[in-house]
Nanobody, 118 residues
């Protein structure tokens, strides 16, 4: 079982930066591929970035490439999303996701609101 708690969201001006954190409980964090998704009301949840269990491979949605960086600290069971050069279109609720590497079970956090506005 994995419980995920996001933090770091808030209100930021266009061009600004935020760093989201996803703290995981349980002992299987290092076995999980971690991902960040985002969702705007009325739209489907969108995959933003993924990172493999060992941290060796990352992938990004085209809309955030070059601006966002996903990372993880397996020793502290935490994943991060560094968001730079934020745009109003980045406004959404951001969710942390874990996919267990053996059972392929998915776990979700409760989400954190990011608002980009002047």
């Amino acid at each position: 079982q994995v419980q995920l708690v996001e933090s770091g969201g808030g209100l930021v001006q266009p061009g600004g930066s935020l760093r989201l954190s996803c703290a995981a409980s349980g002992s299987i964090f290092s076995l999980c591929t971690m991902a960040w998704y985002r969702q705007v009301p009325g739209k489907q949840r969108e995959l933003v970035a993924t990172i493999t269990a060992g941290g060796g491979t990352t992938n990004y949605a085209d809309s955030v490439k070059g601006r966002f960086t996903i990372s993880r600290d397996n020793a502290n069971s935490t994943a991060y999303l560094q968001m730079n050069s934020l745009k109003p279109d980045d406004t959404a609720v951001y969710y942390c996701n874990a996919k267990h590497g053996i059972t392929e079970r998915y776990y979700w956090g409760q989400g954190t609101q990011v608002t980009v506005s002047s």
